[in-house]
């Protein structure tokens, strides 16, 4: 099983929505090492190289560090810093694949030549590289006739994301024919979906992942015949509540600044981000991305093969979402003194609610958020809610809702990428699978999906 760790860089230094940062510094201390691993265990997909370079530096330090004569943090540390100085970000331990975030483009490492550099046919000892662990795991595959596995696990800004899409693209590129070239397009166009609805600004990261996603590349008697995938723990409670550094989720940008006009006649109930409460931590940085952002979305939902009334019914539920988000509680009673109930502020936000969710009356939302109906020994009791419990109703609603659409669209994407039946006599099914662990973040105030995420990593 391969393994991955990753570590963090400096809190003023994150990677933005492209994986590009404009500063890049030195982050080498021996109290903290800030670096990403990804690699091989035993049966996986990294093999140790001997010497060799990537990147193209002429460092002294070895390729692989379980060749230096003392092994301890120090020297590990100090090793990292040379490679890293020469551009040579990654490095084996064992078997395991380190990778130092650079945090500046280097284009001339992910390029056709590097590709080809670590084909099938090509031994498996060349200099430590990302498409290494890609070339090990295909050729154990196919050799072993094993499942192999891929774990990318760090903390934020990393580089785990990116890394994923790097091990993906070169795993699929094996793979020759029309057919594979069609399933390979399917494949790497979930990811965008994935990030625009997983993703969002945190404090440390442009482009977190705010959930753990599985991805499993299938092979029918060596020949790939598609893909499934998994999500984990999605952060719902960032829909309702950011920090004083973050954004809410991609997609709830992008949908507000560029939802088309076909779309906005139909809700009729869109507003500017401003409008919406949901959004209360930092301002969008580059508002005017999100519009392209948004419209390269809608291409690829499109592409994938969603059809136009399941893209309808996505815009319908993120707006119902940031529609809730406007719903505000005062006291009931006559003289809005009653401390055990409570009652919409805005009857017109309850209105656009039901609108959007296609309800009968404002009055079934107002009802469902503001009382609770028990039921004791066959008979129904209905209760008030106090303002703060009407406010975590509201919320829960939300997040629930965006959750679901979450899912349903993981479930959606594997139908789409579904392995097609083989005809014929039984295939062997193998696969290939890569995890892109949720990354590890501190803030002032954690929440508990973070508590469980740093747990996980």
């Not at 331990?93 to 130092?100: E, K, N, S």
């Not at 800004?157 to 057919?179: C, I, N, P």
Request: hydrophobic letters at 40%; aromatic letters at 8%.
């Amino acid at each position: 099983m391969n393994r991955a760790l990753s570590g963090m860089p400096p809190k003023d230094e994150y990677i933005d929505a492209n994986g590009v940062d404009t500063a890049r510094k030195s982050s080498f201390e021996t109290d903290k090492s800030y670096i990403s691993i990804e690699g091989a265990g035993e049966g996986g997909a990294a093999g140790p190289a001997r010497g060799g370079r990537a990147g193209g530096g002429d460092a002294a330090a070895p390729a692989n560090l379980v060749e230096l004569a003392t092994l301890d943090e120090g020297t590990m540390v100090s090793a990292l810093e040379q490679r890293y100085a020469s551009n040579e970000i990654y490095t084996y331990v064992g078997d395991i694949l380190l990778a130092i975030n650079p945090y500046t483009p280097l284009p001339a490492l992910y390029n056709k030549k590097q590709a080809s550099t670590y084909q099938v046919v090509k031994p498996t000892t060349g200099p430590p590289h990302i498409f290494a662990i890609a070339q090990k795991a295909y050729k154990n595959l196919m050799n072993l006739k094993t499942n192999q596995c891929c774990l990318i696990s760090g903390e934020s800004g990393a580089g785990k994301t990116e890394t994923a899409k790097y091990f993906l693209a070169q795993l699929l590129q094996f793979e020759l024919g029309t057919a594979a070239a069609a399933i390979e397009a399917k494949i790497l166009g979930t990811q965008p979906i994935l990030e625009a609805f997983g993703n969002a600004k945190t404090a440390l990261n442009n482009n977190s992942s705010r959930f753990g996603k599985y991805i499993e590349i299938i092979y029918a008697n060596g020949v790939l015949v598609g893909a499934s995938m998994e999500k984990y723990l999605l952060e719902k409670s960032r829909v309702a509540r950011q920090q004083a550094k973050e954004n809410n989720f991609h997609v709830l940008h992008y949908f507000v600044t560029g939802c088309k006009k076909e779309y906005r006649d139909r809700i009729e109930c869109l507003h500017p981000a401003d409008r919406y409460l949901y959004f209360n931590g930092a301002p969008r940085a580059h508002p005017a991305d999100d519009k392209r952002e948004y419209d390269e979305l809608v291409k690829v939902f499109v592409d994938v093969g969603f059809t136009p009334p399941e893209i309808e019914d996505i815009h319908t539920v993120l707006a119902a979402v940031l529609a809730i988000g406007n719903l505000r509680f005062k006291q009931g009673g006559e003289a809005g003194d009653d401390d055990d109930s409570s009652e919409v502020v805005d009857a017109s936000a309850a209105e656009e609610v039901a609108a959007i969710l296609g309800l009968p009356s404002p009055e079934q939302i107002v009802t469902a958020l503001t009382c609770k109906a028990n039921v004791v020994n066959g008979e129904r009791f209905v209760r008030t809610l106090t303002v703060e419990q009407a406010d975590d109703a509201r919320d829960t609603l939300a997040k629930t809702l965006y959750e679901n659409l979450f899912s349903w669209l993981v479930t959606r994407l594997n139908a789409i990428l579904a392995a097609k039946p083989s005809s014929g006599s039984a295939a062997e099914v193998a696969s290939v699978g890569v995890l892109d662990i949720f990354g590890f973040e501190n803030f002032a105030h954690n929440s508990f999906e973070q508590l469980c995420i740093n747990t996980a990593n």
